[in-house]
């Protein structure tokens, strides 16, 4: 469990605590008194033989009445360990068994140890794993180790936050919250540990982003893009194609603010898909060119570069730019012509997939790069852009995958962040709905009348690793059943999943891209970004068994022209209440951020996207979702602490800054953040 030291053991928080103040009496004992706990000897002990092995039953006696306590497994050593008629304190869940009162597997002390020991009525229970219990250590183990620590310690931690500080947020001091989490008297002096816990782990974690920023704020150099010149400004007034949404203006300002203050920006910019992010890409891009710099825009997938290409050539396709294209296909004597005109500089634009990543690309002088949907790509890889100049290149990562704000100030609270949260005007609402399978035949029917109308639709098949096999069975019975459905002539079919090689995929996507096919099958391969404006409907078929993101990703793939669009979640009529949660709320909201909290609620920070690697959100008591008040405090407070005067030589604050500086010494990942 990572434990090793005696650090590590005391920083074994108790998941939950039982309420230990109340002694039964085996004559009270009924039905409903699940968890109990009685003082009592042990009469007589015997071994009952069993249909496999034996099980061991002890009369437990107190002045009230018998009751039995039963062991399956351990029983030779435990009835050697067993002291007869010494008072025992037992813990555990009753059982009625023929009429009689039993105890499986108590939890047992001697009455005379009990009295000794530190703990109070809130017994603590440890986090544990099966095989440890297995191997005897046992909650009650873990307990004595504890009370051995402290008293071998004094229970001394040492001190982590200043005394001015602990004051102004309310904290007790270390060794009070130690003491209080592991050996609770009371609520309410567990409350305050708690909270003295979490705010100071959430705290630290807070600095070291906080500082980071700063020091990269003030040491990090990048290029001063000064000029607003004739590219940006022609492109603005003259081929606009339309007026910026409030939200495209106000993110436009942030990045031009960055390209000015003399330092690397790095930046993570946040819409929901269809929210205009290209625009903006494009009019920064314009800026580096305006400055004398080169830009680059990577894609995660072929398909995705591709698409940006076009749309930046439709755009900038009037002016004096030169862009260009490099992916896995693009052909050694076009790869040669690139590699030059980047050289010698008269490539303006570079556009392509993480074939520009290699080192053979060298630009003349790159000074922008854009990264669309950032959890495709690794650091390491992000960090190869760095080196293509002689200062890091202003970074912009986009992403249209919401992230919650506690999310967010927990994960990339180094970074700066930019939001455009208003759609462009005029959007149609995606009309949303949930149906059984057995309605299959009328959602046919509305495809049918869609199509009719010269529309196209996407049908969507879940591809879970662990079940790939028998998910690719259902994709392709479900191929089988729309191929009856929407015979040829009149209708013609496309089919993308991950088995298919590249160009065939390619080959499939592009039909439907250019409307030769009407329906495309698919896995979620094309949960990315691909836009075809003439798609106005989106089928996901056993919606269940998709998370809240990616059913959100899904249907953004449609709503992207004028008509009407819809989005069909299919699902099974055996539903978990979290499966109903996630289509319900689809059903309500097509707001990224809202699905985004709704998710993160119901998975927890571990398994969201991108996060599992940061390590971040590895935390020992606090919780992102359920203490997101401690959170915002904690950030202010290190924000507060980071900027005070004098730095880390601030005297205020000295305790902080020793166990920062311990913090940083001990871990490495917090390099890996950004
Ligand atoms: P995403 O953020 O998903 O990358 P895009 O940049 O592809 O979104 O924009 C989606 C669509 O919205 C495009 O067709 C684009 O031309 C259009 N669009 C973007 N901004 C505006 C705006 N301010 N007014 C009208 N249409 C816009
Ligand atoms: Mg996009």
């Avoid at 928080?13 to 230990?20: A, L």
């Avoid at 022609?234 to 942030?254: D, H, M």
Wanted: proline share 3%; glycine share 6%.
């Amino acid at each position: 469990m990572g434990i090793f030291t005696c650090a590590d053991l005391a920083n074994l928080f108790p998941n939950r605590y039982i309420d230990r103040s109340r002694f039964y009496k085996i004559a009270e004992l009924n039905d409903n008194a699940l968890e109990v706990q009685l003082v009592g000897r042990i009469t007589s002990v015997q071994t009952v033989a069993q249909k496999r092995g034996s099980r061991l039953v002890a009369q437990f006696a107190d002045e009230t009445g018998i009751m039995e306590l039963v062991w399956f497994r351990g029983t030779k050593w435990i009835q050697d360990a067993l002291k007869m008629n010494t008072p025992y304190v037992i813990f555990g869940r009753v059982n009625r068994f023929k009429g009689k009162f039993s105890m499986p597997h108590p939890d047992m002390e001697l009455l005379a140890e009990f009295k000794k020991s530190l703990r109070g009525s809130l017994q603590p229970v440890y986090p544990s794993t099966e095989k440890l219990s297995n191997k005897g250590i046992t909650n009650r183990v873990v307990q004595k180790l504890m009370v051995q620590l402290f008293q071998e310690t004094n229970g001394r931690f040492k001190e982590t936050l200043s005394p001015g500080f602990r004051k102004q947020f309310g904290l007790v001091t270390k060794d009070e919250a130690m003491f209080n989490i592991h050996f609770p008297k009371n609520q309410e002096l567990l409350k305050s540990a708690r909270f003295r816990l979490k705010f100071e782990e959430l705290f630290f974690i807070q600095l070291q982003l906080v500082v980071k920023k700063r020091t990269r704020e003030l040491k990090i150099k990048g290029y001063v893009f000064e000029k607003v010149g004739d590219n940006f400004n022609s492109f603005y007034n003259e081929f606009l194609p339309f007026e910026l949404t409030g939200a495209q203006k106000k993110v436009l300002k942030e990045i031009r603010k960055d390209f000015s203050t003399g330092a690397q920006m790095n930046r993570l910019l946040q819409g929901d898909v269809g929210s205009g992010k290209t625009i903006v890409a494009v009019l920064a891009m314009l800026l580096a060119m305006d400055n004398g710099f080169q830009s680059a825009l990577i894609a995660p997938t072929e398909i995705l570069a591709n698409q940006h290409f076009l749309a930046v050539e439709e755009l900038l396709g009037k002016m004096d730019v030169k862009v260009r294209l490099l992916t896995g296909s693009t052909t050694a004597s076009q790869r040669k012509v690139i590699h030059k005109e980047l050289e010698e500089g008269s490539l303006d634009i570079l556009i392509g997939t993480h074939a520009l990543f290699e080192d053979k690309v060298k630009f003349n002088n790159l000074g922008f790069a854009i990264i669309d949907e950032q959890h495709r790509f690794g650091v390491a890889q992000r960090a190869k852009m760095w080196k293509k100049n002689v200062l890091p290149p202003h970074i912009l990562v986009m992403t249209a995958t919401p992230i919650p704000r506690t999310l967010a100030m927990s994960v990339y609270g180094d970074l700066d962040i930019s939001v455009i949260d208003e759609l462009p005007p005029g959007r149609k609402e995606i009309r949303t709905v949930h149906k059984f399978d057995q309605n299959r035949l009328s959602v046919f029917r509305f495809l049918r009348e869609e199509i009719a109308k010269g529309r196209q639709v996407y049908i969507v098949y879940p591809l879970i690793q662990e079940s790939e096999q028998l998910d690719y069975k259902d994709l392709m019975d479900g191929y089988e059943s729309i191929s009856r459905e929407f015979p040829l002539p009149d209708y013609r079919i496309s089919i993308v999943h991950g088995k298919m090689k590249a160009a065939d995929k390619d080959f499939e996507m592009q039909r439907f891209v250019k409307g030769e096919t009407q329906i495309l099958v698919a896995t979620t391969v094309i949960e990315v970004g691909v836009n075809v404006p003439n798609a106005s409907v989106m089928v996901i078929e056993s919606a269940e068994r998709f998370g809240l993101s990616q059913l959100h990703q899904l249907r953004g793939r449609v709503g992207r022209g004028a008509d009407q669009s819809y989005c069909i979640l299919l699902s099974s009529q055996k539903l978990t209440s979290d499966a109903k949660t996630r289509l319900r709320t689809m059903v309500e909201t097509s707001d990224g951020f809202r699905i985004a909290e709704v998710d993160l609620k119901l998975r927890g920070p571990g398994d969201l996207m991108g996060t599992q690697q940061s390590g971040v959100l590895q935390m020992k008591i606090a919780d992102i979702v359920k203490d997101r008040g401690i959170l915002e405090l904690a950030r202010k407070a290190a924000f507060e602490v980071a900027s005070a005067e004098g730095g880390s030589a601030n005297a205020a604050y000295s305790e902080i800054w020793d166990s920062y500086q311990m913090i940083s010494r001990n871990k490495s990942l917090w390099s890996k953040i950004s």
